[in-house]
Structure formats: structure tokens, C-alpha cells
Nanobody, 117 residues
Framework: QVQLVESGGGLVQSGGSLRLSCAASGDIFSINVKGWYRQAPGKQREMVALITCGGNTPYADAVKGRFTISEDFANGTVYLQMNSLKPEGAAVYYC???????????WGQGTQVTVAS
């Protein structure tokens, strides 16, 4: 089992920045992909950014060049630096951890990001 706890959400003005954190605990060595997803009201949850154990970092087209995902390998914390935030970026942001080769798929409780125009 893996436990994920997000923090860092809040209210920011359009064009501003926020940094989300996701603290992982438990069987983190079984995880080979971590990532951030978001879900806006009335919309499906969508991938924002991933980071693999091989160091690959794919991003959604909507956030390329503005968001950066990174990981502190010492403690398993994953970060999402969000710059130049837009109103359409307002959503609940969820941290995810997966073991692609097994059924391991874990979610955090989510953190709200609100962008004021």
C-alpha cells in the first residue's frame, strides 16, 4: 500500500504561481510512475504531468512550458511547479502513484487550486 498526501493548493491571481507537493509513504519502492491529474467541475479527470522511474516527464499540451514536475528521491515527494496560471487551470489537483506492471494504483485526497481572473 502507498499513501499520498497533497498540499500547496490555494487561491492565486491569473498569471501567478503555485507549487504543489505530494508526500508519499508506504511501499513507495513498488511505484514506477507518479503524476498529477486535475478535475474541474463538470469535467473528466485529466492527466497534467507524469514522472517515471526512468526520468521521463510527459506533460499535457495545455501546461507545457508553464508547469514542471519533479521528485525528491530522498523522500519520495513529488512536486508540481505551476507558473503563469490561467483561470481554466482551476481544478482539484490529485497526486497519483502507479506500479504499471501490477494493479497498484493510488490516489491522494486532492488539493483545490483556484485561479482568479
Amino acid at each position: 500500500q502507498v499513501q499520498l498526501v497533497e498540499s500547496g493548493g490555494g487561491l492565486v491571481q491569473s498569471g501567478g504561481s503555485l507549487r504543489l507537493s505530494c508526500a508519499a509513504s508506504g511501499d513507495i519502492f513498488s511505484i514506477n510512475v507518479k503524476g498529477w491529474y486535475r478535475q474541474a467541475p463538470g469535467k473528466q479527470r485529466e492527466m497534467v504531468a507524469l514522472i517515471t522511474c526512468g526520468g521521463n516527464t510527459p506533460y499535457a499540451d495545455a501546461v507545457k512550458g508553464r508547469f514542471t514536475i519533479s521528485e525528491d528521491f530522498a523522500n519520495g515527494t513529488v512536486y508540481l511547479q505551476m507558473n503563469s496560471l490561467k483561470p481554466e487551470g482551476a481544478a482539484v489537483y490529485y497526486c497519483n502513484a502507479k506500479n504499471v506492471g501490477s494493479a497498484g494504483d493510488y490516489w491522494g485526497q486532492g488539493t483545490q487550486v483556484t485561479v482568479a481572473s
